[in-house]
C-alpha cells in the first residue's frame, strides 16, 4: 500500500465514484477524437461502396467515395485516414511491380484526397501482400521470404507513396532494416519531413483475418507469416524492435494488435516516451460489431471501453475501424 493511504473507515473510495461529476473529476485518462486514425478500404471504380462481409459497418470504397469519406472524417476532426487497397488480383504479380506503380490505386487515393481534403494526415501502409501473387508481404525464393530483396521493393514503394502526397508511411511488413533503408530513401529525394509510423511490434497474429479478406489477400496467401511477423510469446523483443526502428529514423511507433497486446503498449510507452499507437485489428473490430448485432453485448460501450484501454495503457492514439462512430458520438458529448 502506498504511505499516504488510509484505511478504512477514513478511506472509502466508494466516495469518489457516487456521483458522475465526481467520478468526471478524478477520472485519469480521456479519449478525444485527437487520438484516432482511421484505417478504410480502397476500391476500382466510380461511386461504388461495398460491405466487408466479415466487419459489419466496414465498406470498400472507390476512390471518389475514398475523398468524401476524407472530408467527412476531417470535418469530425479526425487527425489521420489510413490507406489500405482492394487490389485487383489481375494486378497481382510475383515481383509486385504494382506497389510502386505512381498510378496504383493507393497513390490515385492519396492525390485524391490531398487535391480535396485539408486538415487531416493521409497513413499508408507499406507491404507487398496487396500486390503479391503469394498473399506474403515479402519476395518469396523458393517458398522463403527474403528479406533484402523484399526490402529495395518496399523502398521504391514508399517513394512512390511519398511522392503522391501520403503525410506518414506505415511499414507493417516486419523485414530488417527497412525503416533505415526508407529514412535514407527519403532524405535522399528531398522528402525529409514525410513521417514514418513503423509496425515495429507485429504479430504474427489469427485477429487480422478479416482484414485479409477486405483488402483481397486471404485467397492468395499461402502458409503463415510466422518467419517475419512475431511470436506473440515474446515481450523483450517487441523492447529491441522498438528500439531499432526509433534508431533507424522512425517518427512513431506501433503495436499491433491492440487489446491482447496492451502490456506491450504500456512496455514500449514506458520505456521510451516515443509517440506510441495501437492498432485494434480487424479481429478485435469484429469480435465486438458480431457480438453486438447478435445483442450480446452493448457495441457502443464496448467501443469506448476498448478504445478507453489503450489511452489507459499510455497510448498516444488508436487506428482503429470505429474511428467515424467513435468520433461522432464524442462530440455528441
Ligand atoms: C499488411 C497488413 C495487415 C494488417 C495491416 N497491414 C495484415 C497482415 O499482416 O496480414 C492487418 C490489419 C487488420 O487486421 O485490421 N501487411
Not at 502506498?2 to 477514513?10: D, E, G, H, N, Y
Not at 523492447?239 to 526509433?246: E, K, Q, S
Amino acid at each position: 500500500m502506498l504511505p499516504t493511504q488510509a484505511s478504512f473507515p477514513a478511506a472509502r473510495p466508494r466516495r469518489l465514484r457516487r456521483t458522475a461529476p465526481l467520478r468526471a473529476l478524478v477520472r485519469e485518462t480521456t479519449l478525444t477524437v485527437d487520438d484516432l486514425i482511421w484505417p478504410v478500404f480502397v476500391r476500382d471504380g466510380v461511386g461504388l461502396r461495398e460491405e466487408v462481409p466479415s466487419m459489419p459497418g466496414v465498406e470498400r470504397r472507390s476512390v471518389d467515395l475514398i475523398v468524401e469519406a476524407a472530408a467527412e472524417a476531417a470535418d469530425l476532426g479526425i487527425p489521420a485516414i489510413c490507406l489500405f487497397p482492394y487490389t485487383d488480383p489481375a494486378f497481382k504479380t510475383e515481383r509486385c511491380e504494382e506497389a510502386w506503380n505512381p498510378e496504383n490505386l493507393s497513390n490515385r487515393a492519396i492525390r485524391a484526397i490531398k487535391a480535396e481534403v485539408t486538415g487531416i494526415a493521409v497513413m499508408t501502409d507499406i507491404a507487398l501482400d496487396p500486390y503479391n501473387i503469394n498473399g506474403h508481404d515479402g519476395y518469396v525464393v523458393d517458398g522463403e521470404i527474403v528479406n533484402d530483396e523484399t526490402v529495395e521493393a518496399l523502398v521504391k514503394m514508399a517513394l512512390a507513396q511519398a511522392e503522391a502526397g501520403a503525410d506518414i508511411l506505415g511499414p507493417s511488413d516486419m523485414m530488417d532494416g527497412r525503416i533505415g533503408a526508407i529514412r535514407t530513401a527519403l532524405e535522399a529525394a528531398g522528402k525529409k519531413d514525410v513521417t514514418i509510423m513503423s509496425y515495429a511490434a507485429k504479430y504474427a497474429s489469427a485477429f487480422y483475418g478479416p482484414f485479409r479478406d477486405a483488402v483481397g489477400a486471404s485467397g492468395a496467401l499461402k502458409g503463415d507469416k510466422k518467419t517475419y511477423q512475431m511470436n506473440p510469446a515474446n515481450s523483450d523483443e517487441a523492447i529491441r524492435l522498438v528500439a531499432r526502428d526509433l534508431a533507424e529514423g522512425a517518427d512513431m511507433v506501433m503495436v499491433k494488435p491492440g487489446l491482447p497486446y496492451l502490456d506491450i503498449c504500456t512496455r514500449v510507452k514506458e520505456t521510451f516516451g516515443a509517440p506510441t499507437f495501437a492498432y485494434q485489428v480487424s479481429g478485435e473490430y469484429a469480435m465486438i460489431e458480431a457480438a453486438a448485432r447478435n445483442g450480446w453485448i452493448d457495441g457502443e460501450a464496448a467501443m469506448l471501453e476498448s478504445l478507453t484501454a489503450f489511452k489507459r495503457a499510455g497510448c498516444d492514439g488508436i487506428l482503429t475501424y470505429f474511428a467515424p462512430r467513435v468520433a461522432g458520438r464524442l462530440q455528441a458529448g
